[in-house]
Nanobody, 115 residues
């Protein structure tokens, strides 16, 4: 089992930056698939960014060039640096891990971008 706790959400003006962090309850060294998803009001949850155990990354087209995902195996964290935020980035952001054929989710952290 893996417990995930997100932090770092909040209210920011358009063009600003936020960094989200996700702390895992166990070592993440052996966990290949980690990532961040988001869900805006009235919309489906979508993948924002993913990272593998060898730090290969993938991003949604809407955030490429603005967001960066990275992991710290020593601290058991995966983070999302979000720059040049737009109002359409407003959503609840969820940390996700796929491990031993199970999906694990954090409770989410709200990011609100004002115009």
């Amino acid at each position: 089992q893996v417990q995930l706790v997100e932090s770092g959400g909040g209210l920011v003006q358009a063009g600003g930056s936020l960094r989200l962090s996700c702390a895992a309850s166990r070592t993440i060294f052996s966990i290949n698939d980690m990532g961040w998803y988001r869900q805006a009001p009235g919309k489906q949850r979508e993948l924002v960014a993913g990272i593998t155990s060898d730090s290969s990354t993938n991003y949604a087209d809407s955030v490429k060039g603005r967001f960066t995902i990275f992991r710290d195996n020593a601290k058991n964290t995966v983070s999302l640096q979000m720059n040049s935020l737009k109002p359409e980035d407003t959503a609840v952001y969820y940390c996700h891990v796929y491990w031993f054929r199970r999906d694990y989710w954090g409770k989410g952290t709200l990011v609100t971008v004002s115009s």
